[in-house]
T-cell receptor, first 110, second 112 residues
Framework: EDQVTQSPEALRLQEGESSSLNCSYT??????LFWYRQDPGKGPEFLFT???AGEEKEKERLKATLTKKESFLHITAPKPEDSATYLC???????????FGSGTRLQVQP | DAGVIQSPRHEVTEMGQEVTLRCKPI?????LFWYRQTMMRGLELLIY????????DSGMPEDRFSAKMPNASFSTLKIQPSEPRDSAVYFC??????????FGSGTRLTVV
């Protein structure tokens, strides 16, 4: 059974204070690891897909990295508009469904 | 592209009543997923379809839940009878070839 654990559950940063979110996973035959952002009252919004260990992807202040056991979402010089819940999910084996972690609630204070 | 469209956005119903949630996927996407989100359990897969055929319904909690996809542009999730523990946000998502989901805005269901 695929499992995803995210830490910390919540993170409060000052504007400009860089940090990282962690996603640990166990999966049978990783097809992809996904990062989503979810704002209150909205559906998750796709950020990145990583397919193999060593892969990195960037978008504005966000950078996602992948190892064989975990993924990190690095946030550089965050702004208040980066405040959201960040969700990690894995897709394993021949299954098309994603298994999600419980998320990290990020609050960036001005 | 209007994205994945779900209706209604909010539903309040009394225990024992039938509830039907609706979803219109993105045109051309051959996979459709129903998820439920609660504070306690996060996002849980209920069922998914490929080319309108149910592939995995192992996440459907019990016989009170049923889902259909009569054509490529429409799916329903029905709960009959509804119970207070069914209160949650229900999301529909669609995907081309099972990669890169796009989620709808969700239906917030409250059963009183």
């Amino acid at each position: 059974e695929d499992q995803v654990t995210q830490s910390p559950e919540a993170l409060r940063l000052q504007e400009g204070e860089s940090s990282s979110l962690n996603c640990s996973y166990t999966v049978s035959g990783l097809r992809g690891l996904f990062w989503y952002r979810q704002d209150p009252g909205k559906g998750p919004e796709f950020l990145f897909t990583l397919y193999s260990a060593g892969e990195e992807k960037e978008k504005e202040r966000l950078k996602a990295t992948l190892t064989k056991k975990e993924s990190f979402l690095h946030i550089t010089a965050p702004k208040p508009e980066d405040s959201a819940t960040y969700l990690c999910a894995v897709q394993g084996g021949g299954r098309r469904a994603l298994t999600f972690g419980s998320g990290t609630r990020l609050q960036v204070q001005p | 592209d209007a994205g994945v469209i779900q209706s209604p956005r909010h539903e309040v119903t009394e225990m024992g009543q039938e509830v039907t949630l609706r979803c219109k996927p993105i045109s051309g996407h051959d996979y459709l997923f129903w998820y439920r989100q609660t504070m306690m359990r996060g996002l849980e897969l209920l069922i998914y379809f490929n080319n309108n055929v149910p592939i995995d319904d192992s996440g459907m909690p019990e016989d009170r839940f049923s889902a259909k996809m009569p054509n490529a542009s429409f799916s329903t999730l029905k709960i009959q009878p509804s119970e207070p523990r069914d209160s949650a946000v229900y999301f529909c998502a669609s995907s081309p070839q099972g990669n890169g989901y796009t989620f709808g805005s969700g239906t917030r269901l409250t059963v009183v």
